[in-house]
């Protein structure tokens, strides 16, 4: 086993990392390290040995825990890993569905690393300078427990510059080129596009909650606003009446419409809207839609922009219960892990007070078993997902 680096942190500070949260802060540390950004380290208080991370002074969390064991960190380490963590998720994974979160950094004991799997398509994101460190680890680590057709990088998230790292790199790590990829997901098909769409290309924290809304939306008018490239549209389209699909992107909205066709629905030009959610809920004409949708993509990247998301937040579910005739039903979600539970509650009361109406919860859920949260990383607790009806007061 090769000799790495001692992290050594105040005795007094081992609580957290005993009881299994992954990060320690820089104000933990006993002493500045004699160790180089990105380095694994071996972390001791005093003489406990408490575990094996990586080091990066640059950031405030100082280290990144991979383990508890005494154990090399290398391609059968992640191997092993991996394997686990397929063989439990795939116990849970509903019939007819082929793509899933395969790893979900902390709350999967591996931080910094994001791997979706599409199909017979990994793709894999490296968020932190010690983990893009182990890319090679990694990948042999994924073929091995996978045996992939390909392994894609799309690295390109921001967080990465707050870690020294320059770079966003996109391409292929393992197997030929793949750049769009046809998933199942409990029965529907959808189109990914693993290099050029948002995150991995889709989004699949949503998955049980598109199969929830299809007993609400049975018959109705349902408008999908950020729809992205269809999700939630290609269920709702199964049971309503009609799903008119809205997105700024352009290209999104083009693949909405081509999965409408993938799945046998009729595709009329004017159910899909390359438009701005805002101007299209200011332009709609009151009760035109008894089904709304709002699923925005994150408002606050960290936590200076909150006051401006819970504003938004805010506005655009003012918006649509505006719109939304008596008993009309309003979907709405929230990925910004800066705004939790209570406060998106509160959120959506003050729009039912914007707008004079009273809102029944139908339904609430979170994040999926694929995209889990451990009770000792409260932080990975991110998606809120309501079924509202409005009422009037």
């Not at 998720?89 to 790893?103: I, Q, S």
């Not at 707050?162 to 046809?182: R, S």
Request: glycine letters at 8%; one cysteine or more.
């Amino acid at each position: 086993m090769k000799l790495l680096p001692v992290v050594q942190i105040n005795p007094e500070r081992t609580k957290s990392i005993l009881a299994g949260h992954p990060w320690i802060f820089s104000g933990a540390l006993a002493r500045k390290p004699e160790a180089a950004d990105g380095s694994l380290v071996r972390v001791l208080a005093g003489k406990q040995f408490l575990g094996i991370g990586y080091y990066n002074s640059r950031t405030d969390i100082a280290v990144r825990m991979l383990t508890s064991k005494d154990e090399s960190i290398d391609a059968g380490f992640f191997a092993d890993r991996f394997r686990d963590l397929r063989t439990r998720k795939e116990a849970w994974l509903p019939a007819k569905t082929n793509a899933y979160r395969a790893v979900f950094a902390e709350a999967d004991s591996l931080p910094g690393l994001v791997v979706d799997k599409y199909d017979q398509t990994l793709v894999a994101q490296f968020h932190t300078l010690g983990m893009d460190g182990l890319k090679s680890e990694v990948t042999e680590g994924l073929v091995a427990a996978y045996k992939p057709r390909t392994v894609v990088e799309r690295s390109d998230v921001g967080v990465r510059k707050h870690e020294g790292m320059d770079t966003q790199p996109i391409g292929i790590l393992h197997g030929p080129e793949a750049k769009e990829v046809e998933i199942l997901e409990q029965g529907f098909k959808f189109w990914v596009h693993v290099m050029e769409g948002q995150k991995t290309g889709f989004f699949l924290d949503q998955r049980e909650n598109r199969q929830a809304i299809t007993r609400f939306c049975r018959g109705r008018t349902v408008a999908n606003c950020f729809s992205y490239t269809g999700g939630f549209s290609v269920y709702a389209a199964a049971t309503a009446k009609r799903v008119v699909s809205v997105d700024i992107s352009k290209p999104a909205t083009e693949y909405c419409r081509r999965n409408f066709a993938l799945n046998g629905y009729p595709v009329r030009d004017e159910d899909f809207l390359a438009l701005d959610v805002f101007d299209f809920l200011k332009a709609m004409e009151p009760g035109a839609f008894d089904f709304i949708i709002l699923d925005p993509p994150s408002f606050a990247k960290n936590k200076k922009q909150l006051t401006n998301a819970i504003k938004a937040y805010t506005t655009i579910n003012s918006k649509a219960l505006e719109k939304l005739p008596d008993g009309g039903i309003l979907v709405s979600s929230s990925c910004t892990s800066h705004v939790d539970q209570g406060t998106f509650i509160k959120i959506l009361n003050q729009a039912s007070i914007n707008t004079r109406c009273t809102l029944k919860v139908l339904d609430s859920r979170e994040q999926p078993f694929d995209h889990p949260y451990n009770l000792a990383f409260p932080e990975g607790r991110y998606l809120k997902f309501f079924v509202l009806q409005k009422g009037s007061r």
